[in-house]
């Protein structure tokens, strides 16, 4: 991996963590119940948080963007999703779970120098991002940004996360990985535990036809487990996620070494927190 690729890959590990929380904070599981949504899953909230800068998206829309949900898992969610609440009352509320959750881990802190000038640069970044292709990416850049600098830190790592996300997509799809192949293969290269990857609603026999699938075509073995083509396809994939991603970041330079320094504090109280899963269907920290 290049110099530059690595960096991007490191970027993308510290900024994950700021937008993922707002899948898994108490404050935004307040406000998903304050709409209506149920909160015994983290999943109706989920998917109208991530769906709704879309719109009033349907099923199918949604599961293109989403990709390695099964197609059941999404139609449950969406779009009944927007009769609990539109998508601008969940976009407002979104705004208002992040701030309560960066105050809650930040506490005071919050108004440092330091979030203002992290904030500009993730800016930078996300406004430097070609959205042509890329979904979810675009429907987030469309949003206006929030006025705060701790909020358009969180909007603006949302946009580049998705960015990359939806170039992820691009690399599994030019690999040749469906879906669900798409999580069976990387599990088999051990970035996650299988039942990890159950969250995603597919069934044990499409998982199961799936790892069938890959073992014919020589990229799993019988147990499961990558050969050495599926653990170079699976690095192939990652290396053009990489490079898909790269070019936003070009717009700050070296600086963005130093915006990986100015979030530290913040990553720091969202990893000790404890509200973030330690396995994780992303393979942070393993791929």
């Known amino acids: 991996m290049s110099e530059d690729l690595a960096r991007v890959r490191g970027l993308w590990h510290q900024l994950e963590p700021l937008h993922a929380v707002l ?5 935004v599981a307040e406000e998903a119940a304050a709409l209506g949504f149920k ?7 989920y998917f109208a948080w991530r769906a709704a ?4 998206a349907g099923a ?5 963007a989403f990709y390695s949900f099964s197609p059941r898992m999404v ?3 969406v779009p009944a999703a927007w009769e609990t609440a539109v998508p601008d009352a969940v976009l407002a509320s979104r705004e208002v779970a992040i701030d309560r959750t960066y105050r809650a881990l930040l506490g005071e802190r919050v108004t440092e120098p330091w979030v203002a000038e992290a904030a500009s640069l993730v800016r930078r970044v996300a406004e430097a991002a070609d959205t042509a292709g890329r979904p979810l990416a675009a429907a987030n850049a469309a949003l206006e940004w ?8 969180w909007h603006g790592a949302t946009v580049i996360r998705e960015h990359r996300g939806d170039g992820h997509l691009a690399a599994l799809l030019t690999a040749g990985l469906d879906p669900v192949e798409a999580l069976v293969s990387f599990a088999g290269v051990g970035a996650a535990p299988v039942e990890t990857f159950a969250s995603r609603g597919w069934t044990a026999e499409e998982w199961d036809a799936a790892r069938e699938r890959l073992l014919t075509r020589g990229l799993l073995d019988t147990q499961g487990v990558a050969t050495e083509a599926g653990r170079a396809l699976r690095a192939e994939v990652e290396r053009r996620t990489d490079e898909l991603a790269a070019a ?3 717009s700050v330079g070296d600086e963005a070494d130093r915006l990986a320094g100015l979030v530290q504090p913040l990553l720091h109280e969202a990893l000790v ?3 973030l899963p330690a396995q994780n269907t992303l393979g942070i920290g393993k791929v």
């Not at 909160?39 to 909230?45: I, Q």
């Open 23 to 27: 899948y898994y904070a108490p404050e």
């Open 39 to 45: 909160t015994d899953t983290r999943w109706p909230g």
């Open 53 to 56: 800068p879309l719109g009033a």
């Open 60 to 64: 199918v829309r949604v599961r293109s």
């Open 75 to 77: 139609a449950e969610h």
């Open 146 to 153: 929030p006025e705060a600098p701790h909020l358009q830190l």
């Open 248 to 250: 936003p970041w070009r």
């Open 273 to 275: 927190s404890g509200m």
